[in-house]
């Protein structure tokens, strides 16, 4: 059974939104996850179904529930927060597929980088008023600069969770 998304302009309700991320670090054996606070996006669904969008997220409201942590991410080390604020992931295209699964296209943009990105998102609610969708895909954050690796302690994928909510824009 697939779930029609109506036609029509789409807001996040970052209230009801989350994107995280999490890391293995100490040569695997800790598990670093953070939770983006500041984020906000939108996007059009066209009569055929496909849909395209932009999330930004405020690369300063990271959490990781470590504030020594947390200043070093935002550091030139990682995010580089002060020069670049934003990440943003731009999609290019999303269309529906089978059994509520959505093959995303896009572009995400760290540190003033851009590179491609595609995952398969799901759809968990899809009504006249509300959208959502979950996905989660992996980051070489070495393709954004983010190539700091004291002592080899930080090897892999980031992997990027996130849980999404639209509701419809007031025009």
Known sequence: MSMAVETGTWQLDPARSTVGVRHKTMWGMVTVKGTFAGLTGGGEVGPDGSASGSITLDATSLDTKNAKRDTHLRSADFFDADRHPELIFAVRSATPGDDKAVE???????????????????LTEASA?????????????????????????????????????FVRATS
């Open 104 to 122: 995303v296209a896009g572009e995400l943009t760290a540190r003033g980088i851009s590179r491609p990105q595609s995952f398969t998102a799901h």
């Open 129 to 165: 008023d509300a959208v959502a969708l979950t996905a989660e895909f992996t980051v070489d954050r070495e393709q954004f600069g983010m190539g700091w690796n004291q002592l080899g302690m930080i090897r892999g994928r980031t992997t990027v969770t996130a849980s999404l909510r």
